[in-house]
């Protein structure tokens, strides 16, 4: 909502800055003062919020709506969505197999399943996706930390092999620097995760392979979500002309969008980036109230 006047127009923002009130403290004297106003703004506010963010849901623009300052709950949030067509619309592509599981490789254990996680660099996962181009099809490898769902490597190439499996994880390796012996990573048992390149490279930086079980897609889940995320947030509706083009626009919304914006149920409604950040200060309060403690004796 503005307000308008001789002098234009001026966000309630900058109106609230110019009279020393809060947002949250404006937002709850209008629902109080106008009932039929707050509908009206919040009907607003619900509106540009999902329409910057399309594939959100009722939950995500709920809680938006809180860091804006509406004291609202998810149900009114719901029923306002539902009666004016902006519930996020979901549909199943097709997808093909970029599984070739069907090797001679040594195949590992699961050491994923039931694994209790406590902090980053504990699990990572890895899969690989097909991307449609302009006139072929390029495939995306991406590992992700599956404490803070945080996409930590990725790579994107027009041919299935192993090179762009091991791209990927170079680039989470060299992005974490993990201590040797505190990773398991978790894939699918593809050819590119079970051959001896990859596990070569895995063992020279002590990272405990671990693959799925046979037909189980859970076991994965958490790569395979981001998959989805992708597919639908991304790369669905998109022409990409060629590889570079693809991997300008997948890089942006892996870097920018999904790490440093999208909102995670599981993470308390925090980007990865906003969630891993929160870790490190974590750490960092019990060595700062040490040091600001002084000398007891």
Avoid at 151 to 168: E, P, R
Avoid at 271 to 290: F, H, K, M, N, V
Wanted: hydrophobic letters at 40%; proline letters at 3%.
């Amino acid at each position: 909502m503005m307000a308008s006047g001789l002098q234009g127009v001026i966000s309630i923002e900058r109106m609230c800055r110019l009279a020393g009130v809060s947002r949250a403290g404006y937002y709850r004297h209008w629902q109080v003062s106008s009932p039929r106003r707050e509908e009206a703004g919040l009907r607003d506010a619900i509106q540009r919020l999902a329409l910057a963010n399309p594939h959100y849901g009722y939950r995500r623009i709920s809680v938006l709506l809180g860091r804006e300052g509406w004291r609202v709950n998810h149900k009114r949030v719901l029923r306002l969505m539902r009666e004016d067509n902006l519930l996020c619309l979901r549909k199943t592509g097709f997808v093909p197999i970029t599984t070739a599981s069907r090797h001679s490789w040594h195949v590992v254990p699961n050491l994923a399943r039931g694994l209790h996680l406590t902090d980053i660099d504990q699990l990572w996962v890895a899969d690989i996706t097909y991307v449609h181009l302009a006139e072929e099809f390029a495939y995306l490898a991406v590992v992700l930390d599956a404490f803070s769902r945080k996409v930590i490597g990725w790579a994107l190439a027009t041919q299935l092999k192993v090179d762009l499996a091991i791209n990927a994880l170079d680039r989470a390796i060299t992005a974490r620097r993990p201590a040797r012996g505190s990773v398991i990573h978790h894939s699918d048992r593809g050819v590119q995760y079970a051959c001896a390149d990859y596990a070569v490279r895995l063992k020279a930086h002590s990272i405990e392979p671990s693959m799925s079980r046979i037909g189980n897609p859970y076991d994965n889940a958490k790569a395979e979500r981001f998959m989805r995320t992708l597919k639908e947030e991304e790369v669905d509706g998109r022409a990409y002309r060629d590889i570079v083009d693809a991997r300008t626009h997948i890089g942006e919304f892996i870097e920018r969008v999904y790490n440093g914006q999208r909102l995670h149920s599981a993470l308390d409604y925090l980007s990865p980036d906003d969630y891993e950040a929160g870790l490190t200060r974590l750490r960092q309060e019990p060595l700062t109230a040490i040091q600001n403690s002084g000398n007891c004796y």
